[in-house]
Nanobody
């Protein structure tokens, strides 16, 4: 089970930190990802992280603004979002999987319910 938190309403230029608490067994063996779905659009990849904090991957449009990290002792993955833009408005989902194909949604085994992020002008 994955539970996201930290979403909300923020003005453009502001920051939010999303958290995802996982109750999967051996959390450290899972790759973790963040995806988002804006109204009327397909769900898209945002960021992913390997077993440790060494390997991270980002959607081009969020590079330099978003940062993914994990704390294996707390079974939690984070998404720090800075310099937010209205285009970042979406429901954000975290996901866990064992495949190294981190950018592909179909490779993830577990999904959270999502948390709404709304960025106003």
């Amino acid at each position: 089970q994955l539970v996201e938190s930290g979403g909300g309403l923020v003005q453009a230029g502001g920051s939010l930190r999303l958290s995802c608490a996982a109750s999967v067994r051996t959390f450290s063996n899972y790759y973790m990802g963040w995806f988002r779905q804006a109204p009327g659009k397909e769900r898209e990849f945002v960021a992913a992280i390997g077993w440790s904090n060494r390997n991270t991957y980002y959607l081009n449009s969020v590079k330099g603004r978003f940062s993914i990290s994990r704390d294996n002792a707390k079974n939690t993955v984070y998404l720090q979002m800075n310099s937010l833009k209205p285009g970042d408005t979406a429901v954000y989902y975290c996901a866990a999987g064992r495949s190294a194909r981190l950018l592909s949604q179909v490779e993830y085994d577990y999904w959270g319910q999502g948390t709404q992020v709304t960025v106003s002008n």
